[in-house]
């Protein structure tokens, strides 16, 4: 577990102090894996690398797995810092060792005789499906491979947590995913707790448990990510998520709307369930969709539908209390009635 107890990060500049992390205070529950999301120069490197006191913070605590890695120094933190690996969006190999030599390198702190750290990187190679590149220089490899080493050497001490900064965002749509899947494979197989930085909400959409959003070096809002992406309670938050689970239909065909037009948003079980066919059908109502979709967030479904809805206008409102009553979040973008 990762508890953060009132974490500052100020930085000295020729120009005054600059704040990166203003009294951040968060917990990462064992075998999580947590999205930290904002803007650039929210406060997201700043924060992350506190946590294994790459920055040392200038005040607060880090508590990992119960021990304060700010009152440790020299010998006992490096030690401590084992238990942490790190992987970055620039990948950071060395370009003149092989594939398998650069995860040996990570392995030297450990000074494991040599028939054992050869069989570890063997088995790290094998994690991350690299067994055919061992012997293959940096340069040869696509971006999504270079990450693969990255994660290897990350692993090589066999840590209890994995920071990622930005682990994803030099890497196109599909191995992104193949990353995020690798992460979230050895997550759940290896019992190894998670924090990613992140700006991009599929990522977090993908693979994250639980969310905090920053701004200005705090945190704004955290909570399950299901429960962000379907109530979102703070602007900067739904401005995340509108670029998942949103959709801007063309002003032309809402101005040909002759009816009322409504949001339509389901969480859960709920979105399976055919409410609109229900509420068409019941309440004497034509209902039109404009857009719609069903995204899976965490394995759960939420739907979200636009939709132009005509009728008797007592009927458009039973309709409305209707889906309501059901379980759906409706909001009228246009009230034809
Ligand atoms: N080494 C540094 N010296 C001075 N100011 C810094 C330093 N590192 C970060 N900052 C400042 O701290 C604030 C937070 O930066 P940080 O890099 O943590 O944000 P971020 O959310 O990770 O942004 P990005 O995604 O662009 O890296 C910014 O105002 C930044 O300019």
Redesign the pocket.
């Known amino acids: 577990m990762i508890s953060i107890q009132n974490l500052s ?1 100020d ?3 020729k120009k005054g102090t ?4 203003d009294n951040v205070s968060l917990t990462v529950q064992e075998g999580e894996v947590f999205g930290i999301v ?12 506190c946590i294994n006191l790459l ?1 040392r913070p200038t005040s607060g605590e880090i508590f990992v797995d119960g021990v304060d890695l700010t009152k440790l120094k020299g010998e006992g933190l490096r030690q401590a810092r084992l238990k942490i690996g790190m992987i970055f969006q620039h990948f950071y190999l060395i370009s003149q060792k092989t594939v398998a030599e650069n995860i040996a390198f990570a392995l030297k702190a450990a000074n494991l005789p040599k028939v054992q750290a050869d069989k570890r990187v063997e088995e790290l190679l094998d994690m991350v499906g690299l067994a055919e590149k061992r012997d293959v220089y940096p340069a040869q490899l696509s971006g999504g491979q270079k990450q693969r080493v990255g994660i290897a050497r990350a692993l090589a001490n066999n840590p209890s947590v994995l920071l990622c ?2 682990a994803t965002s030099a890497l196109d749509p599909n191995t992104t995913l193949s990353i995020l899947r690798l992460l979230k494979k050895i997550n759940r197989e290896l019992n190894i707790t998670i924090v990613l ?1 992140t ?1 991009e909400m599929n990522v977090v959409k993908e693979i994250c448990d639980r969310m905090a959003i ?1 701004q200005e ?1 705090r945190v704004i809002e955290e909570g399950e990510v299901y429960e962000l992406f379907s109530s979102p309670k703070t602007d900067l938050t739904k401005e995340f998520i509108s670029s998942v689970v949103s959709f801007d239909v063309p002003a032309p065909i809402l101005a040909a709307c002759t009816g009322s037009v409504i949001k339509v948003q389901f969480k859960g079980a709920v979105a399976g369930e055919g409410i609109i066919t229900d509420t068409v059908q019941n309440f004497d109502v034509k209902g039109n969709f404009l857009h719609g979709s069903i995204e899976y967030i965490q394995e759960k479904p939420l739907g979200l539908f636009l939709m132009e809805i005509q009728g008797r206008p007592d009927n458009i409102h039973r309709a409305i209390t209707y889906m309501e009553g059901r379980g759906a979040n409706v909001e009228v973008i246009l009230n034809g009635i």
């Open positions: 990060k930085y000295k500049t600059v704040t990166g992390v904002g803007y650039s120069g929210a406060g997201k490197s700043s924060l992350l690398r920055e900064d930005e930085i700006h920053m070096g």
